[in-house]
């Protein structure tokens, strides 16, 4: 059971990344998504950080408000293209 209070600081810290401000935003811009990839579909992912996201957002869990945040953030470009902002 994962017991640490849900923040995008901390799931990086649960994915096994670098979880300073600069890394987070270095790995954000660094790996924006086409707009049909799914957050956990990406191919940087590790099998366990990949099956952490999937289960997170399947069930609902306490983490799938942060993992939707970072989909969002991964899909800014591709939604930036996608509406010509």
């Known amino acids: 059971m ?23 935003a270095g790995f954000i811009a660094g790996h924006q998504l086409a707009t049909g990839v799914e957050v956990a579909d990406a191919a940087y992912w590790n099998d366990a950080q990949r099956q952490f996201l999937a289960e997170s957002l399947q069930a609902d869990a306490a983490w799938s408000t942060v993992v939707d945040e970072l989909n969002e953030a991964l899909h800014e470009e591709a939604v930036k293209a996608a509406t010509g902002r």
């Open 2 to 24: 994962i017991t640490t209070e849900p923040s995008m600081t901390n799931l990086f810290l649960q994915l096994g990344l670098d979880a300073s401000a600069e890394a987070i």
